[in-house]
């Protein structure tokens, strides 16, 4: 049997030759974490290689994804689907192995890293989400939801702004059973941290209401295993275990420096490693005794059949809550949730006096959510404001026992960390998360956003406030960019509804769709309803429809608008037809939905040769895909590529501009040069 650092070398041998091959990748973090990965992997993670997607399996997230060919050498070496042909193939096209780990693409990869501190806040949501599953489903004698989050990061990490909002508010929740390893080597990229990162990590993690472990040796296995079971031992404190380690260890003359951090250590250097540390093999092959040690199969099969018969148990015992627990995991709605959805689109369309969009929203989640457990809701402080809560719903807090119950969290002001943290919900599974700010503070979280739409995750981004129609509060949270800039991110759906209709609609598609995140750019200000017929209800969904056309015969204009301004287009038609001037309306609340239509509704909507206006109170850039370029004439873009200004929304709507009389003159404009 090789003894524990032979086996943290086959990690060590399998990077560095791998990153080698590629001549591309990261050898210094693997090199430094691979007996603290030995540690854990082979004693403590709760997994089956044979079924990398069980429930209850404990959550891993390497944090400081650069360091990929540790996670994939440990898929590899503990039996996971990655032969080692994906190994030899690290960082090419359609490998399992890409530069950094993503979601979907590996079997055992748990989230997408690589954005430094942002596993970390996934880590954070998964944590939570065992622990609400545990409080919602779990009955005494039946423990069906029981495992831990492990986290891997280093200084990035730590550096990240992220870490401290992410960290802050698991201290705050007492997620007990999140358990984080640093590592603590004293290399970032430029050189050695201490010119940049001279933090007291250890007081900073307490000061967070976190366990924190300091000066564990990171090459010690037993040193390793004991920090664990301490941190396992302490079930009401999320733990930090802080270990030195050496980046690169092993590589005689480069380890202990940033030269290992990012780069293929060179061929003599890599002869020289192999040689410090006695390793004879060729490259990418295993000796016998080191594969057989490493192989979890046999034990990972045990841990999950040894669940699965559990569950039969609870299935017993508790048939409701296991079909529930069951359903929740597969990510499917409950079944009276169509028959919900049209309920609440109708009554929205029913609803005769104007409403801000925010309000419709929450209209709508009052309809919806009821019956729809797996919504777990939150704001960034803004809860009065973006309205993510509903009648019912209940602030998560430990009860008695200190089991977290409740469905609205409250974040507090950490935007990034929210939506990174609902990042990890909804990859955990058995949620589906709904969390709001003003438009504007998108941009905060806007890369775990980003995120969000790589890994086709089901998570709602409810964002309000969306233009100059906030009014008073001025430039700094008027959006002009935003939802042109988010419509810009692939996958992600941006819904902004006119009204009660639209928004309800919004909702049952953001609610629908599992191959992606959805935001709703939403109004502060009272929308009135639009009159439809039943037809036109159903064609929201399409993205893209016409909301009213000419009076009579072929339009000579067609007007475009999105939420606030689809009022204003609609006036502007009435005064262009009182000039015998034949003007359709479309109302465009999702243009990613719209150009997946088909081309005929596409053309039966934008028909060609007829010119048309876009009018949206935000950069115009984004709509000369619709109407055409600028110097042509024959489209225009009423818009604002300027900041806005503090005023009360009615003045700053006329202010610049946004009126039906300019954009019935534009109409009037792309007609004549038509
Ligand atoms: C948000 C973000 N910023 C920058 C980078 C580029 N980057 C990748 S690794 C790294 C340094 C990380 O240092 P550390 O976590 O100490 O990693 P080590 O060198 O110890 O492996 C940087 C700046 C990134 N991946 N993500
Ligand atoms: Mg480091």
Redesign the pocket.
């Known amino acids: 049997m090789p003894n524990r650092t032979e086996l943290a070398n086959a990690i060590r041998v399998l990077s560095m030759d791998a990153v080698q091959k590629a001549n591309s990748g990261?050898p210094?973090?693997p090199m430094?974490m691979a007996d603290i990965a030995e540690s854990l992997w082979r004693h403590h993670l709760k997994h089956d290689p044979s079924d990398p997607r069980w429930p209850d399996r404990d959550r891993f997230v390497l944090s400081?994804?650069?360091?990929s060919m540790l996670l994939y050498s440990l898929l590899h070496l503990t039996g996971y689907d990655l032969p080692m042909s994906e190994l030899v193939a690290f960082r090419q096209l359609h490998s399992k192995t890409p530069g950094?780990p993503e979601y979907g693409i590996t079997a055992g990869v748990e989230t997408t890293t690589?954005?430094?501190?942002?596993g970390l806040a996934n880590a954070v949501g998964m944590a939570l989400g065992e622990a609400l599953l545990a409080g919602e489903f779990n009955r005494p004698g039946h423990a069906i939801v029981d495992h831990h989050t492990w986290v891997f990061?280093?200084?990035?990490?730590?550096?990240?702004g992220i870490s401290h909002e992410a960290c802050s508010l698991a201290g705050t929740l007492k997620l007990g059973k999140l358990i984080a390893f640093y590592?603590d080597?004293?290399?970032?990229?430029?050189g050695k941290?201490t010119g940049w990162?001279t933090d007291d990590t250890p007081k900073r993690f307490e000061a967070y209401g976190w366990q924190v472990i300091p000066a564990v040796d990171g090459h010690d296995g037993a040193a390793v295993d004991r920090a664990i079971a301490a941190a396992k031992a302490d079930a009401g404190r999320p733990t930090l275990i802080c270990c030195r380690?050496v980046?690169g260890k092993g590589a005689p003359n480069k380890q202990g420096t940033?030269d290992?951090?990012?780069a293929a250590l060179g061929d003599k250097e890599v002869a020289a490693t192999r040689a410090a540390l006695g390793w004879t093999s060729e490259p990418f092959e295993i000796p016998e005794d080191v594969r057989a040690a490493w192989d979890s199969r046999a034990r990972g099969a045990v841990a999950s059949s040894s669940w699965r018969e559990r569950f039969q148990a609870y299935a017993g015992a508790h048939p409701e809550l296991a079909a529930e627990y069951t359903r929740r995991m597969d990510g499917r709605l409950p079944s009276g949730f169509e028959a919900a959805a049209a309920a609440a689109i109708e009554a929205a369309q029913g609803k005769a006096d104007a409403f801000a969009t925010r309000k419709a929203s929450q209209n709508t989640l009052n309809a919806l959510a009821p019956s729809l457990p797996e919504l777990v809701g939150g704001s960034a402080d803004l809860m009065g404001s973006v309205f993510t809560d509903w009648a019912g719903s209940r602030v998560v807090l430990p009860d008695g026992n200190g089991t977290l119950r409740g469905n609205i969290v409250n974040f507090g002001v950490r935007e990034f960390a929210m939506a990174a943290i609902t990042n990890g919900l909804a990859l955990h599974g058995g949620f589906i998360p709904e969390t709001g700010t003003f438009l504007t503070f998108s941009d905060y979280s806007r890369?775990a956003l980003r995120m969000a739409a790589l890994m086709g995750l089901r998570n709602v981004f409810v964002f309000t406030h969306d233009s100059i129609g906030l009014g008073e509060d001025g430039p700094t949270h008027q959006s002009v960019e935003q939802v042109s800039s988010l419509r810009l991110i692939p996958n992600l759906d941006v819904w902004r509804p006119c009204d009660g209709a639209e928004t309800a609609v919004a909702w049952k598609s953001a609610l629908t769709r599992t191959s992606g995140p959805t935001v709703f750019a939403l109004s502060r200000q009272g929308l009135a309803p639009q009159p439809r017929t039943a037809a036109q209800l159903g064609e929201i969904a399409k993205g893209g429809y016409v909301l009213a056309d000419a009076d009579a015969g072929r339009p000579a204009v067609v007007l475009i608008a999105t939420g606030s301004e689809v009022a204003l287009a609609m006036a502007a038609r009435a005064l262009l037809q009182a000039e015998g001037i034949a003007a359709r309306v479309v109302s465009m609340p999702c243009t990613s939905v719209f150009d997946a239509q088909d081309a005929a509704w596409r053309a039966a909507v934008l028909p060609r040769n007829i010119p048309r206006v876009a009018i949206e109170a935000g950069v115009s850039d984004f709509w000369r895909k619709y109407v055409g370029a600028a110097d042509d004439g024959r489209g225009a873009v009423l818009g604002l590529d300027r900041f806005g200004e503090s005023a009360p929304a009615g003045v700053l709507f006329k202010h610049f501009g946004f009126t039906a009389e300019a954009i019935a003159g534009l109409a009037r404009s792309v007609i004549s040069a038509a």
Do not use: K, R
Request: charged fraction near 10%; proline fraction near 3%.
């Open positions: 990261h210094g973090m430094g400081n994804g650069h360091g950094h690589g954005p430094l501190g942002q990061l280093g200084d990035g990490c730590l550096m990240e590592d080597n004293g290399i970032s990229i430029d941290v990162f380690t980046i940033a290992t951090h990012g890369n």
